[in-house]
Each structure stands twice: as structure tokens, then as C-alpha cells.
């Protein structure tokens, strides 16, 4: 069994595996998001899905829950190959979905939620009138509730009033109402306390004594020993290993879900070496002091100086956004200085921050990036608008210029300057935004996830501009999720936890090799996920 | 100490409810105006204030239902105008019996809420505009209808009782009973039966309940035709009320009813609110009409009365949120 | 072809500016009176009060918001600038305190809308019962007409009746208006800002938009705009209504949509909407001549904006399509718009890799 399940390429249909997938493929425009992956998930146990972001772990959620169809292979309900049609269908056949976003109706109850859709009628004329069988209900799920150690009380409460543990609960409860064999839990333990998460873990491990499979995504590495009995390990849309319970270790775990393309990160750290100036004595242009807001992050410090990339890790969640969101002004501060150029600035707003000399590019590109209807010109010039100003009215000629410039310099492939900006590809989009950004002439700016979403090509290219930046005198913040990218490009790493700064290390240029690489790697994970000390 | 603990209780029980507020303002009111005036508290005017809220209660209610599912319906004033008109007409130059009257008059407030509904899921226009667009398409088609002449000779002994001239036994009139049969059946609907249910959710999330199996679509037409349809019953009965329908008949009390749902805890976003809130919503804006007669204040006061509240409402519910805003800022994701 | 006629018409004001030739033309072989040149001015003046709303309420639904307020506080600015005559104060005094009043209702509607994130919809409701009422106040305090005719009053209706080479002044302010504002909202950086707003407002914030000022800034000139439009009705029409104004909110949104203004924000023209304002006019007016009931005018306007915002839903989507792909083709905007403010309620989790 153990032998077996280390690779995993051929499925023995045995009887005890309810859910499977058999070289499942899905492609997207310009990517591969899944590639080849086979495992199978058997009855009553913990399975754990891992893998860096964009490793493929959600579009494999997707394709199990029926919101995806699969462009190759197949996916097997209780050993026979099945087409998940729609998130309703795969519930009939018994694998329910519990998503990280909320799927519970706020102002509705625990029970209200748990059969809305199908709920139990009672009365005369029960298709006629309607009338709901509260006590029905509430009589088939009460010991459910109860064996979840739900404070039954709460039963008559709208959802909104409970904790994210009791959330969670109601979730759990309704994917067991629907007499479901699997569930798939994505990232449950976000946004729950420490107390909370070891009791979800007691409902995990009584949802196995049900005989209830479940199918575990999870950021938290330090989670997984102990509970889950298998780990498969994705990277770069790939299957790399499973694992079973004995052989699972946060360290090797996270050996096995880095591995890298070489040749790329290699030529990225080369090339670091080599435009990548001492910046140590470069004078400092952005330094924040104890700035803390809400339960978002605390007490947060940081510099950076001329020339020099920054780069902030940390898990999901871990308030890196929030931090960069407050510094531009886009969320108010509690406390807390913001410096620039050794002068005290005062930030109210994002246009405020602009004129300090801080531009944003922000993640969430189609909805906090992109002004889709605008050309691209108009995207470029929109954080400068008072340079294309001539007798007080816009120069659209000036303003093109600019454009074409930047669509020259950066390689945005548009048509034309003209073109609107939500028919050009993701990562042109984002070439376009950071173009927008350079337009402001900052002394500083703050990239958020500068890549999510693009293609390795427009990737590398990203990689490029941002060296370009900063080797021409500017300086940036680097928040990203990939932990590769992060350590490639910045010449210092600060890591989050849980809204405040556990740690700095330096980037892969001060590595001397391969082995120094490995131990830089596992000392920002064990940062990142709180499992050992700096 | 068990009985302390039961008020207690109760009491949280009674703020957690949307309608607290308004309740609690109803009641200050009450007491406030049996000392200032020694008309208020009389039987008559009691009676006389229940009389008059029957008709914008049955509206509010409509409101509120529209509401909590997650729409508006800013035409019920002016179907109300119309319907009224229909049955009118239908009596006075027709010949129908009243009940056929009335029949087609809720017959075409169904239809104009069916339209509504047409126009804002199939053409996807937003609700407010839609509706909007139909307060001045039915207003204006009844303008042209009466030629400026209000539809008389319609008026028959049933018809005035219908529209509560006269009281029956108990000093009761017919639109408080109707209205006390359209409210109580409303609090059961949207309690006990799946289509309660179905409402709030589709109010509060009409992906999730989509998701979850809820027929959004079906939902939002049920809103809308019983908004359309409790417009008409209103409608009708102020036929009965006036004895004479005008053009204007009806006018802005979208807005009235607008301001009682949402003084009664409904918001705008939908999923919240409540019918007995609304009630009392519109028990208060009769109170406040009620005052400025009684006092002989210049009826003006009224609209801007109503204004006001809403715009004090609209403000206090955010209130909490405001004084906090230093933590929570209201702005959007991420 | 198909496509070019798509675009064509997708294109500011001409779809609207043929549909004024159309009923222009309409009306002149029906009404051969309708084309004198006394009859065309007094449409065209009878167009700028309505043109004056709608091209506040155009920046205000391009910034993705709406006021539903304009009516009733052209109606109130009115009044107050007439009671301020009629008090015997010069016509200078009056003329700022109706705009002042308007400058007020735009002032409270940006801070509780921009400011405190409240709901645009529902404020605006709010101050239109407000204005309403407290015209109505006013009304029942004194008349509001003018008695004595002096020549204060003259200078005062001289902004209404008199005329500069032969042109009525309300037209010289309405046109002067129009020509500034859309050279305002296409080529200044305000104008530019004010789409941006309208389009993503988030995306608009974090590329350095200050949108609590871009839109606090709309509400007060739809306020002034308002109080113009208000100003110059009270001394057209030396008597102010306790109703005026009642309903021209929905005529304004009518003007702003049918011009080619998008109900949910990004795009907008200022003359497109002045050109649907004097279609409106001319409607109005052509009805009354040929002896139609002028009411008519109302259902129209009902139909009319139902109409026109299929239209545009249609009009985006197919040149979208069109043009690049029925991929690209944007989906109908949100349908709730309403939702922007009082906190976002969408099925997350939906997004692509």
C-alpha cells in the first residue's frame, strides 16, 4: 500500500477508493493549469492536496465540484469514469465542496442554510402551500449538529452571528446532509483561531469514523503531520510525489513542493549578480515605523533605499496586502509613520501617496487594476494625468506618446494605443499597469503579485522590467506568493505572520550554492508558516 | 429572579429584532402625544389613525417583501392610481359589477407587476429605473385616460365600505381587515414556507442561493407580482375611500412606503427587513400626518418630514460603522 | 456593414441626433407652424432646463452614482431665489441664494454619498422629499410670484425673456453650459477621472484617484446645476409652483440615457444629453401643437428609457463582439448597482487560474 501510493501512476480499482482522478489534464488560454495528474481517494480517510499558488490544486477543486470540465482524462465516482456536470451534480453524487469563500446565506439560520434549496414540506397541499417542516429538519440534522459539538442554542441564529469555527460547522453539516462520501474542504482553517482549528481537526477525524472521505487543500504545512493519511504534492500543475502518513514532514513536504525550473531562476539569479549594485550605503527612500491597523497587521517596520528590491513573503492572509493597501493610503492607518526620503509624509489618500512618491501595482488585476473600457493609452497615463496637461485640457497627442513609448519599451503587445484594454491579454495588462506606474516617475513602487495570472514568457519579462527599474535608480516593494520569485528578484526578504514581521533573509544572490539555496528555502517556510525560529 | 431573567431575556430578544427601533419610536411617540395632546389618545383619533395607515401598511408590507428580496418597486404608487382607475371606470361607464370591477382592476396590477419583472430579469434594467420608467409610463396612460376629468358616479354603498367610510361591527373598518389579513398572512408566508426562505436568500445572495438550488429567477418574479398585486388592492380600496379617482391619485406613496420598510429595518441590499417593521413603519408616518393635522402645522411639513427620516435612517444605520471607521473601513474587497 | 452601422450608432450623439432630425422633420410636415422661428427658440429655451439637470445628473451616473434630487432642488432653488425677490432684495442677492441653495443639496448629498458611503439612491430620495417639502413650505409662507414690477424684476427676468444679439439668454447659459462641461468631461483630467471612477472605482483609487473628492464633486454639480436650471425657471416664469420640479428627475435621467450616458457609470456625454434634452422639448412641444395630449409625453419618457437602456446593453455588447471576438464581449454590467456601496455580495471563488 505504502509502495503503491508513492507514485501512484496506475489506479488499482479497488472498492475502497470513492473518488479518483486518471491523467487529468486541463488547459487554459496560453497555460496548462493541470497536467497528467492521477491519485485516488479512499473511504474514510484524509487526504491532503499541496502546492505552492498556481500550482494547480484549485483548478483540481474545480474540476471534482463541477464548475470545470476536464480537457483530457478522467475523473472516477466509486471506480466508474464520470462527467461532473455542475457543482449541483457532483453533490448528487456525493462529493460536496466546502470553498474557502463562504457558501452560507448570511441573514439565514444554521438549519435555514443546511436545506436551503430542498427543504422538508409538511401541511396540506405541500406543493400548493409551501409550508416548511421546521421540525422535521431540525430533527433529522440536531445530532449532527450535536456530534460537531454545535452549540444548539445557536440553531435559531442568522449565520452571520456566529464564529468562522461555527461557520465552518454549518458547512460540514450541510455537505453531510447531502449524504455526501467525499468532502473537499479548501483551506478550512483560514480565519480560524488556534483553539477553533484543533476542533475542526476533531470534526475532521470524526467525519472519518463516518466513513466519510476528505479531499484537504492547505497552505499550513505544519498541519499536516499526524492527520492526513496521504499527501499528494503538486508543483507546476504536475503530480511530483505522494506521501503517506508516516513519511509525512513539514521539511520534506516543502523540498518536495518548491523544486524549481533551474534554467530560469538560474538565469534570473545571474543576472541579479550582475546588475544588482551594492546598495547597502544607497541612500534610504521609503521607511515606515510601527505602523499597526486594526486586526490587519501590528507594529510593522521597514526601509528600503535606492536601487533596491524588497521583497515581503507570507502565507495567505499573513496582512501583506493590507500593509501595502494602508501605505498607499488606500485604507487608513491606526498608527504609525510613513517616511520618504527622510521626510515625514502624512497619507490620506492614493493620490496623496502618488505625490509623496509611491505608485501601486495591485493585484486583483481585472478588478483593482485594469479601467477596462479606456485604451491603453488611457490606462498608462492614468496616475499622471497633470503632465499631459496643456492650457488645462489633456493633450491626447503627448498623452500617446507617452504611450507608445512605454508600449515600445515594455513590449506590450496592443494593436494599437487605441486598443481597449480588456481585449489585451493578462500579462500585457499587467505590463500596461506597471507601465502606469512608471508614468507617475515615483521614488518608489509597491508591486502586489506582479505576476499572477500570466504566462512564464510575460513572467520572465516582468522579472526584467522590474530589474530594469530599480537598476535605473528606482527602488520596489515585492509582495508575491511564490516563494522562488520572491527570493530570486529581492535583495532582502521580510516575512509575515499573522500581521507582523517574524523575520528578514537575504535573496538567492547572497546564496552561495545549492545547498545554501535548499536551507534559505526551508528557513522562509518555516518562517512563513510559524513552525520554527528565526 | 426567573422572572427577571425572562424580561431579560425577552428584551434581547426584542432589540435583536429589525423592527426594535421603530417599535421603540412608535411607542415614544404614543406617550409623548397623549400629554402634549388631549385629542390623541381619544378612541376617535385612534381609530381615525388605523383607518388612515390601512392603506400605506398594505403598500410598506409589498415594500418590504420587494426589498428583502433584493429589488425595489417604485411604481406601486401609480398602479395603485391606475388599478383605482380601472375599476372606476369599469363601474361607471361600463355597468360592471363591482366584484367583476375589482377582479380586472387586480387583473391589470398583476399584469403591469409581471411587466416589471419582464423588463428588469429578461431586458436586465436596472430595478429602480425600471420601475421609475413605469411610475411615469402608468401615470402618464392614466393622465391621458382621464383627460384631466377624475372618474365619479362609480361609488355604491359596498364600494364606500369596501373603502372604509363606514365601520363596521366594533368600530373596525374593511381595510384594516383586509390589511390585517395581508400582514398576518405575509409574517406566515415569509416564516413557514419555503418560499420565505427562497425570498431572503435570493435578497442576500443571489448567487449563493442560485448555487445552493434556489430558483432566483421565479423568486424575483413572485416579488414583483405581488408587490404589483398589493398596489392594486390598495389602489382599489382608496377608489372606494375617495368616490372620486383623479389622475394624482396615489401620488408618491412609493416614497412612503419606501421610507416605512426601511424605517422598519429593511435595507436596500437586500436579506433584511421585516414586515411587521414596515407596519409599524407606516403606523408611524400616519402618526406624524395625524400630528400635523392635529396641531394644524402647514401640511407641507410632511414631505420633508418624510425626507428626513429617511435620510436620518439611512445615516443611523450606518452610524455604527462610522464611529469606527478608523478599524473598519467600508470600502470594497481585498 | 452590419458592424460599421453598429458602430456608427454605438458612437456619442448620433443615434440621438437622428432621432431629433427624424421628429423634427416629423413635425414640421405635420404642424407646418412648428417650424417658425418663435416656435423653435421656445423649444429650444423650454430644452435648457431639462438640459441643465441632465447634464448634472450625466457626470453624476458617468461617476457611477445617481441623484435623484435635481428635481425637486431646481424646484427649491427656484422658490428660494423668488421669495428672496419678492422680499424686495436685489436680483443679484436672489440669484445667489437660489444657487447657493442648490450649492447646499449638493454639498449634504456628496458628503453623505462620497463621504460617509452611504447609499447614493436613498439619499437622493431623501433630499428630493426634503427640497420638495420645504418649497412647499415656502409656498405656503407667501406666494411665491412677483408683485410689483420694478426694475429689479426686469433685471431679474431679463435672464429668462431677454435676449443678446437675438438670442435668448437661457440659451447663451444652456449652450455656454453644454459646450464647457463636455469639454470638461472629455479632455480635462476631471473629466478623464470622473469615467475612471464610473468604470472600476477600485482600480480608479488605487491608480492615485482621489474618487471621495471626484465624487463629492459630481453631487455639487448636479447641486449648481440644479439651482441654474432653477434660477432662470423662476424668472421665466415670474410665479413658482409649489410642485416645481416634481417628476424632472425621471425627464433628466431620461436625457442623460437616451443621449448615450451609461446607468452604470464609465461613460457619458454631455452632448448626447443635450441633444436628448432638446429631442425631449421638441417632443413635448410637437405633441402639444399637433393637439396631442400632452401627457403623452410622459408615457413616452417611461418607454422611452426602458428602451434606450436595452438599447445600449445591446449596442455594447454587440460592438464588443464585433469587434473582437464574442469572447471579449463584456457581460451585461452588474445588475444591482446599488451594490458598490453598502458592501459587495458576489459568488467569489469563481475566477480563472
Known amino acids: 500500500m505504502t509502495a503503491a501510493a508513492e507514485t501512484a501512476p496506475e489506479i488499482a480499482r479497488s472498492a475502497a477508493e470513492v473518488l479518483a482522478i486518471d491523467h487529468l489534464v486541463k488547459r487554459f488560454p496560453g497555460t496548462v493549469a493541470v497536467d497528467d495528474v492521477s491519485f485516488a481517494i479512499e473511504r474514510g480517510a484524509i487526504h491532503a492536496l499541496v502546492g505552492e499558488n498556481g500550482a494547480g490544486k484549485s483548478t483540481i477543486i474545480k474540476v471534482l465540484s463541477g464548475v470545470y470540465q476536464p480537457d483530457g482524462g478522467q475523473v472516477l465516482v466509486r471506480g466508474e469514469?464520470?462527467?461532473?456536470?455542475?457543482?449541483?451534480?457532483?453533490?448528487?453524487?456525493?462529493?460536496?465542496?466546502?470553498?474557502?469563500?463562504?457558501?452560507l446565506i448570511d441573514s439565514l439560520t444554521a438549519i435555514e442554510n443546511?436545506?436551503?434549496?430542498?427543504?422538508?414540506?409538511?401541511?396540506?397541499?405541500?406543493?400548493?402551500?409551501?409550508?416548511?417542516?421546521?421540525?422535521?429538519?431540525?430533527?433529522?440534522?440536531?445530532?449532527?449538529?450535536?456530534?460537531?459539538?454545535?452549540?444548539?442554542?445557536?440553531?435559531?441564529?442568522?449565520?452571520?452571528?456566529?464564529?468562522g469555527l461555527e461557520k465552518q460547522i454549518v458547512e460540514i453539516v450541510k455537505a453531510l446532509a447531502f449524504r455526501s462520501e467525499v468532502i473537499i474542504m479548501d483551506e478550512p482553517t483560514a480565519g480560524l483561531t488556534e483553539h477553533e482549528r484543533i476542533a475542526l481537526f476533531r470534526h475532521m477525524r470524526r467525519l472519518q469514523e463516518r466513513d466519510t472521505a476528505v479531499l484537504w487543500v492547505t497552505h499550513r504545512l505544519e498541519e499536516l503531520e499526524g492527520m492526513a493519511d496521504r499527501v499528494h504534492v503538486l508543483r507546476d500543475a504536475r503530480l511530483v510525489g505522494t506521501l503517506t502518513k508516516e513519511e509525512v514532514t513539514p521539511a520534506r513536504v516543502v523540498r518536495m513542493m518548491i523544486g524549481r525550473d533551474v534554467d530560469s531562476i538560474e538565469s534570473l539569479v545571474a543576472e541579479q549578480k550582475g546588475t544588482a549594485a551594492e546598495t547597502a550605503d544607497h541612500d534610504e527612500v521609503l521607511r515606515v515605523e510601527g505602523l499597526s491597523r486594526g486586526r490587519d497587521f501590528t507594529d510593522v517596520s521597514l526601509m528600503v533605499r535606492r536601487g533596491e528590491i524588497l521583497g515581503i513573503g507570507g502565507l495567505a492572509g499573513a496582512g501583506r496586502t493590507a500593509l501595502a493597501r494602508a501605505i498607499i493610503g488606500a485604507d487608513r492607518l491606526d498608527s504609525g509613520e510613513i517616511h520618504i526620503q527622510n521626510k515625514r509624509v502624512g497619507i490620506r489618500n492614493t493620490a496623496r501617496a502618488l505625490t509623496a512618491g509611491i505608485a501601486y501595482v495591485p493585484k486583483e488585476r481585472k478588478t483593482q487594476g485594469i479601467l477596462p473600457e479606456f485604451s491603453v493609452t488611457r490606462n498608462i497615463t492614468m496616475s499622471a494625468l497633470e503632465r499631459f496637461r496643456r492650457a488645462g485640457l489633456l493633450n491626447s497627442r503627448m498623452e500617446a506618446d507617452e504611450a507608445d513609448r512605454y508600449i515600445a519599451d515594455l513590449q506590450i503587445r496592443a494593436r494599437s494605443n487605441r486598443q481597449p484594454m480588456d481585449s489585451l491579454s493578462g500579462g500585457n495588462q499587467q505590463k500596461a499597469i506597471i507601465a502606469r506606474a512608471l508614468s507617475a516617475g515615483p521614488a518608489v513602487i509597491i508591486f502586489d503579485e506582479p505576476t499572477q495570472g500570466v504566462d512564464i514568457g510575460a513572467k520572465m519579462e516582468i522579472f526584467k522590467l522590474i530589474?530594469?527599474?530599480?537598476?535605473?535608480?528606482?527602488?520596489?516593494?515585492?509582495?508575491?506568493?511564490?516563494?522562488?520569485?520572491?527570493?530570486?528578484?529581492?535583495?532582502?526578504?521580510?516575512?509575515?505572520?499573522?500581521?507582523?514581521?517574524?523575520?528578514?533573509?537575504?535573496?538567492?544572490?547572497?546564496?552561495?550554492?545549492?545547498?545554501?539555496v535548499h536551507s534559505l528555502e526551508e528557513r522562509f517556510m518555516a518562517l512563513a508558516v510559524g513552525a520554527g525560529t528565526a | 429572579m426567573n422572572a427577571l431573567g425572562f424580561a431579560r431575556r425577552s428584551a434581547r430578544w426584542a432589540f435583536a429584532q429589525p423592527w426594535s427601533g421603530i417599535a421603540l419610536f412608535v411607542i415614544v411617540v404614543f406617550v409623548v402625544m397623549s400629554f402634549a395632546s388631549p385629542v390623541f389618545l381619544t378612541s376617535i383619533n385612534l381609530l381615525n389613525i388605523l383607518n388612515q395607515s390601512a392603506f400605506l401598511m398594505i403598500l410598506a408590507?409589498?415594500?418590504?417583501?420587494?426589498?428583502?428580496?433584493?429589488?425595489?418597486?417604485?411604481?406601486?404608487?401609480?398602479?395603485?392610481?391606475?388599478?383605482?382607475?380601472?375599476?372606476?371606470?369599469?363601474?361607471?361607464?361600463?355597468?360592471?359589477?363591482?366584484?367583476?370591477?375589482?377582479?380586472?382592476?387586480?387583473?391589470?396590477?398583476?399584469?403591469?407587476?409581471?411587466?416589471?419583472?419582464?423588463?428588469?430579469?429578461?431586458?436586465?434594467?436596472?430595478?429602480?429605473?425600471?420601475?421609475?420608467?413605469?411610475?411615469?409610463?402608468?401615470?402618464?396612460?392614466?393622465?391621458?385616460?382621464?383627460?384631466?376629468?377624475?372618474?365619479?358616479?362609480?361609488?355604491?354603498?359596498?364600494?364606500?365600505?369596501?373603502?372604509?367610510?363606514?365601520?363596521?361591527?366594533?368600530?373596525?373598518?374593511?381595510?384594516?381587515?383586509?390589511?390585517?389579513?395581508?400582514?398576518?398572512?405575509?409574517?406566515?408566508?415569509?416564516?413557514?414556507?419555503?418560499?420565505?426562505?427562497?425570498l431572503r436568500a435570493t435578497g442576500d445572495n443571489p448567487a449563493i442561493a442560485r448555487l445552493s438550488g434556489v430558483n432566483v429567477i421565479r423568486t424575483k418574479y413572485t416579488i414583483y407580482i405581488v408587490s404589483g398585486f398589493l398596489a392594486g388592492v390598495v389602489g382599489i380600496l382608496l377608489a372606494?375611500?375617495?368616490?372620486?379617482?383623479?389622475?394624482?391619485?396615489?401620488?408618491?406613496?412609493?416614497?412612503?412606503?419606501?421610507?416605512?420598510?426601511?424605517?422598519?429595518?429593511?435595507?436596500?441590499?437586500?436579506?433584511?427587513?421585516?414586515?411587521?417593521?414596515?407596519?409599524?413603519?407606516?403606523?408611524?408616518?400616519?402618526?406624524?400626518?395625524?400630528?400635523?393635522?392635529?396641531?394644524?402645522?402647514?401640511?407641507?411639513?410632511?414631505?420633508?418630514?418624510?425626507?428626513?427620516?429617511?435620510?436620518?435612517?439611512?445615516?443611523?444605520?450606518?452610524?455604527?460603522e462610522l464611529l469606527n471607521l478608523a478599524r473598519r473601513e467600508p470600502r470594497g474587497p481585498g | 456593414m452590419r458592424r460599421y452601422l453598429g458602430q456608427a450608432f454605438a458612437a456619442d450623439g448620433v443615434a440621438i441626433g437622428l432621432a431629433l432630425v427624424i421628429a423634427v422633420l416629423a413635425f414640421s410636415i405635420l404642424e407646418p407652424a412648428f417650424w417658425s422661428i418663435d416656435n423653435v427658440l421656445n423649444v429650444i429655451v423650454q430644452s435648457a432646463f431639462i438640459m441643465l439637470l441632465a447634464v448634472g445628473m450625466t457626470f453624476v451616473l458617468t461617476a457611477g452614482g445617481i441623484d435623484l434630487s435635481v428635481g425637486a432642488v431646481m424646484g427649491f432653488s427656484a422658490g428660494v431665489s423668488m421669495y428672496v425677490m419678492g422680499e424686495g432684495y436685489w436680483f443679484g442677492i436672489a440669484i445667489l441664494a437660489g444657487l447657493g441653495t442648490g450649492l447646499f443639496f449638493g454639498l449634504l448629498n456628496g458628503f453623505l454619498v462620497a463621504r460617509l458611503g452611504l447609499n447614493d439612491f436613498i439619499v437622493t430620495l431623501g433630499s428630493l422629499g426634503v427640497a420638495g417639502g420645504a418649497l412647499r413650505l415656502l409656498d405656503s409662507i407667501r406666494p411665491l410670484r412677483l408683485e410689483r414690477v420694478v426694475e429689479e424684476t426686469e433685471a431679474f427676468t431679463f435672464l429668462a425673456h431677454g435676449k443678446v444679439i437675438g438670442i435668448p439668454v437661457p440659451i447663451i447659459i444652456a449652450v455656454g453650459v453644454v459646450i464647457g462641461l463636455e469639454i470638461l468631461?472629455?479632455?480635462?483630467?476631471?473629466?478623464?477621472?470622473?469615467?475612471?471612477?464610473?468604470?472600476?472605482?477600485?482600480?480608479?483609487?488605487?491608480?492615485?484617484?482621489?474618487?471621495?473628492?471626484?465624487?463629492?464633486?459630481?453631487?455639487?454639480?448636479?447641486?449648481?446645476?440644479?439651482?441654474?436650471?432653477?434660477?432662470?425657471?423662476?424668472?421665466?416664469?415670474?410665479?413658482?409652483?409649489?410642485?416645481?420640479?416634481?417628476?424632472?428627475?425621471?425627464?433628466?435621467?431620461?436625457?442623460?440615457?437616451?443621449?448615450?450616458?451609461?446607468?452604470?457609470?464609465?461613460?457619458?456625454?454631455?452632448?448626447?444629453?443635450?441633444?436628448?434634452?432638446?429631442?425631449?422639448?421638441?417632443?413635448?412641444?410637437?405633441?402639444?401643437?399637433?393637439?396631442?395630449?400632452?401627457?403623452?409625453?410622459?408615457?413616452?419618457?417611461?418607454?422611452?428609457?426602458?428602451?434606450?437602456?436595452?438599447?445600449?446593453?445591446?449596442?455594447?455588447?454587440?460592438?464588443?463582439?464585433?469587434?473582437?471576438?464574442?469572447?471579449?464581449?463584456?457581460?451585461?454590467?452588474?445588475?444591482d448597482r446599488r451594490s458598490g456601496d453598502e458592501g459587495q455580495k458576489d459568488a467569489r471563488g469563481e475566477a480563472g487560474p
Open chain 1, 81 to 103: 469514469p464520470k462527467r461532473i456536470r455542475s457543482p449541483h451534480h457532483a453533490q448528487e453524487l456525493g462529493v460536496t465542496t466546502i470553498h474557502q469563500e463562504q457558501t
Open chain 1, 114 to 163: 443546511v436545506f436551503l434549496g430542498r427543504e422538508h414540506l409538511k401541511g396540506p397541499l405541500p406543493r400548493v402551500l409551501n409550508i416548511v417542516d421546521t421540525g422535521r429538519m431540525r430533527q433529522e440534522v440536531l445530532s449532527l449538529f450535536e456530534d460537531f459539538e454545535f452549540d444548539i442554542r445557536q440553531l435559531g441564529r442568522a449565520v452571520r452571528d456566529l464564529s
Open chain 1, 467 to 516: 530589474n530594469d527599474y530599480v537598476a535605473g535608480g528606482g527602488s520596489a516593494v515585492i509582495i508575491s506568493s511564490e516563494m522562488v520569485e520572491l527570493l530570486g528578484l529581492s535583495s532582502r526578504v521580510l516575512v509575515m505572520r499573522k500581521g507582523q514581521i517574524v523575520g528578514e533573509l537575504p535573496g538567492y544572490q547572497k546564496a552561495g550554492g545549492e545547498a545554501d
Open chain 2, 61 to 198: 408590507a409589498g415594500m418590504a417583501i420587494v426589498l428583502m428580496g433584493g429589488g425595489i418597486d417604485l411604481s406601486v404608487g401609480a398602479i395603485a392610481g391606475l388599478v383605482g382607475g380601472v375599476a372606476a371606470w369599469l363601474i361607471a361607464e361600463t355597468g360592471t359589477p363591482l366584484y367583476g370591477a375589482i377582479l380586472v382592476g387586480l387583473v391589470v396590477a398583476v399584469g403591469l407587476g409581471t411587466l416589471n419583472a419582464l423588463i428588469i430579469i429578461h431586458l436586465r434594467i436596472p430595478d429602480f429605473i425600471a420601475t421609475l420608467a413605469m411610475l411615469g409610463f402608468v401615470r402618464g396612460l392614466l393622465h391621458i385616460w382621464t383627460e384631466g376629468v377624475p372618474f365619479i358616479n362609480y361609488s355604491s354603498n359596498d364600494f364606500r365600505i369596501l373603502g372604509g367610510l363606514f365601520r363596521l361591527i366594533g368600530g373596525i373598518t374593511a381595510p384594516e381587515v383586509i390589511a390585517f389579513f395581508i400582514i398576518v398572512g405575509a409574517i406566515l408566508i415569509l416564516l413557514f414556507t419555503k418560499f420565505g426562505r427562497h
Open chain 2, 240 to 320: 372606494g375611500r375617495l368616490m372620486t379617482v383623479q389622475a394624482n391619485m396615489g401620488l408618491g406613496m412609493e416614497i412612503k412606503a419606501l421610507a416605512a420598510a426601511i424605517m422598519g429595518g429593511a435595507v436596500l441590499t437586500g436579506g433584511r427587513g421585516s414586515i411587521l417593521g414596515a407596519v409599524l413603519g407606516a403606523l408611524a408616518l400616519t402618526i406624524i400626518q395625524n400630528i400635523i393635522n392635529l396641531f394644524g402645522i402647514e401640511p407641507a411639513w410632511e414631505t420633508l418630514v418624510v425626507g428626513a427620516i429617511i435620510l436620518i435612517v439611512v445615516f443611523s444605520g450606518k452610524a455604527p
Open chain 3, 185 to 335: 468631461l472629455r479632455r480635462s483630467p476631471f473629466g478623464r477621472r470622473v469615467q475612471a471612477v464610473g468604470m472600476q472605482r477600485d482600480a480608479a483609487e488605487l491608480a492615485g484617484v482621489n474618487v471621495a473628492r471626484i465624487r463629492h464633486t459630481v453631487f455639487i454639480m448636479a447641486g449648481l446645476l440644479a439651482a441654474v436650471a432653477g434660477v432662470l425657471m423662476a424668472a421665466r416664469l415670474s410665479s413658482v409652483p409649489a410642485r416645481l420640479g416634481l417628476g424632472f428627475e425621471l425627464q433628466a435621467i431620461a436625457a442623460a440615457v437616451l443621449g448615450g450616458t451609461s446607468l452604470f457609470g464609465g461613460r457619458g456625454t454631455v452632448v448626447g444629453t443635450a441633444l436628448a434634452a432638446l429631442l425631449l422639448a421638441t417632443l413635448n412641444a410637437g405633441l402639444q401643437i399637433s393637439g396631442v395630449d400632452a401627457t403623452w409625453y410622459r408615457v413616452i419618457l417611461g418607454v422611452g428609457i426602458v428602451a434606450a437602456v436595452a438599447f445600449h446593453q445591446w449596442t455594447v455588447r454587440f460592438s464588443a463582439a464585433q469587434a473582437f471576438g464574442p469572447a471579449l464581449a463584456r457581460p451585461p454590467p452588474r445588475s
